[in-house]
């Protein structure tokens, strides 16, 4: 029975360590032996038992639409969890999504452990649906909560109930969830390379109508850096459209350099969008390009990605 494993862990936590006799309805203890006597069933069982008389009649198979889920397309994505509350991060199709929750004050009494897990569900319950049908990586710098998330188990009742949730939710979007620790001074994903930071792509983007004044003097584009590729026709052959983030324009401007110096250099064109900043160490590098016109502060040139729907946002 499919995920029948993780709705079953509370049933055998219940009774571990009993030797159970089913005719009377009593244990004992499996190793010390002693008097046969009644146990209280937790709610957890009961919730394991209600599952399984509602999943038996339809879940005693896999359909073949499982078989033939798009798991090529990947996602990454990245969780930490504090005292104050919880964060996350997800890579969708080049564009950096983000989400925090602050804990209550109830949830604030709770185990790190189960702190940690709870972030690694959020992941799922805020980008689930933008990520649906793909194979998702989740980050995270607690063992506990990647033990548990990895073998949709946990031995706590508490956890139990979110390794529950997230089988759920994973079902629910159609993911294939894969979980990775990573060691919280490493959990932003610097991504350092010898050419300096990999370039990595802003939140926000240019509103449509400003890309398709910029495509019609430029374009067209077939290799985007940015989250403008949303707007891409499809077209194989045509320029470079680069819209790094402020901490890696710098390593765009080395890599379109690259390029130039490379075969048919000569023929490399196309539109890079950076921030106005002066003071920038990479700002010396724009002298070698043309500079063709500039954005105005609190302009409504550029949307950003909010919990997966693109609004306006003023320039700074």
């Known amino acids: 029975v499919s995920g029948g494993r993780t709705y079953m862990q509370n049933m055998l936590n219940q009774f571990s360590g009993f030797e159970v006799d089913w005719r009377r309805a009593k244990v004992r203890p499996s190793r010390s032996g002693g008097a046969w006597r009644q146990v209280l069933l937790t709610d957890g069982f009961w919730r394991d038992v209600e599952w399984w008389l509602r999943m038996l009649p339809s879940r005693h198979f896999i359909s073949a639409a499982s078989s033939e889920r798009r798991t090529a397309e990947a996602a990454i994505t990245g969780t930490d969890s504090s005292d104050w509350g919880t964060g996350q991060l997800a890579w969708i199709d080049g564009a950096r999504s983000e989400t925090a929750l602050e804990f209550t004050s109830v949830e604030r009494r709770r185990p790190i452990n189960w702190r940690e897990l709870l972030g690694i569900l959020r992941v799922v319950q805020a980008f689930g649906d933008q990520l649906r049908g793909r194979t998702v990586l989740i980050e995270t710098d607690n ?35 894969r979980f990775v620790h990573t060691p919280g001074e490493l959990l932003h994903r610097p991504d350092q390379t010898s050419r300096g930071d990999a370039v990595e792509e802003p939140r926000a983007r240019l509103v449509r109508k400003e890309f398709r004044a910029v495509l019609a003097r430029h374009g067209p584009f077939a290799e985007y850096i940015g989250t403008e590729r949303q707007y891409a026709e499809g077209n194989t052959r045509g320029g470079l459209f680069v819209h790094p983030s402020y901490n890696t324009v710098g390593s765009a401007l080395r890599l379109i350099g690259e390029r130039l110096a490379g075969p ?33 502060e609190g302009g409504g040139h550029l949307e950003i990605n909010q919990m997966g729907r693109w609004v306006g946002v003023r320039a700074r």
């Open 143 to 177: 063992m506990a909560a990647k033990g548990a998330a990895s073998k949709f188990a946990s031995s706590s009742e508490d956890m139990q109930e979110l390794v529950r949730r997230l089988l759920e939710y994973a079902e629910r979007f159609e993911l294939t969830l």
């Open 264 to 296: 048919n250099g000569e023929d490399v064109r196309g539109a890079v969008v950076v921030p106005w900043a002066p003071s920038a160490k990479w700002w010396q590098m724009l002298k070698h390009f043309s500079v063709e016109g500039f954005y105005p």
